[in-house]
């Protein structure tokens, strides 16, 4: 400590410590929680900012209950965690198949529209113009159900084992853990 103290340099205090209640297990384009606890080392009351790194491709964590960070006041706090494994938060719960059907109706509005497009060129019959209109109009209106994105999914996490670095930090201190994140099939 002496050789520290010459040289003008000194020990930082640590103000805190981080842990979480890893691991934890998640299926691959889903989601999971774990808790981060940041307990001060003495009288600290802050605002600590909470961050994971080294997450595995197509992975985020969320921090639903604060935007800021976690409030410490001279006690352990605690602050749930999201780790979702796909790119779209939470999208397999928000995700809605396709109605059984949708693909008979699809092929029927193109063969209409198809039909539509020959009727509404032919100069030879003689039927009133806003009628042919209406007539198309009709046989389309079936396609305005089907715009959409059902067809493309969001970039997954791909399974295996992950370490996932869980940090604190308050000015220059910061303070690590590690998650173990298991994703599976």
């Excluded at 842990?19 to 009288?43: D, I, K, M, Q, R």
């Excluded at 039909?115 to 100069?123: E, I, M, N, T």
């Excluded at 209109?133 to 059902?150: E, F, I, K, R, Y």
């Excluded at 791909?158 to 308050?170: D, E, F, H, K």
Aim: glycine content about 8%; some cysteine; hydrophobic content about 45%.
């Amino acid at each position: 400590m002496a050789l520290l103290a010459l040289s003008g340099l000194r020990a930082s205090a640590q103000l805190f410590t981080v842990t979480n209640n890893g691991p934890l297990t998640v299926e691959s384009g889903h989601y999971g929680t774990f808790t981060v606890t940041v307990t001060p080392s003495g009288n600290l009351s802050a605002l600590v900012a909470i961050n994971c790194s080294n997450l595995p491709a197509n992975s985020e964590c969320f921090f639903p209950q604060s935007v800021n960070g976690l409030e410490v006041s001279n006690t352990p706090a605690t602050m749930t965690v999201i780790f979702d494994s796909a790119t779209v938060y939470n999208y397999e719960t928000k995700a809605t198949p396709l109605r059984r059907g949708t693909e008979r109706v699809a092929l029927a509005s193109l063969f209409a529209s198809a039909l539509c497009v020959l009727f509404v060129g032919r100069r030879r019959l003689r039927v009133w113009p806003g009628l042919r209109m209406m007539v198309c109009a009709l046989a389309l209106l079936p396609l305005a159900g089907l715009a959409g994105c059902a067809s493309t999914k969001p970039l997954v996490t791909p399974p295996g084992n992950y370490l996932v670095n869980v940090s604190a930090s308050y000015g220059t201190f910061t303070a690590n853990s590690t998650l173990n994140i298991t994703v599976t099939p």
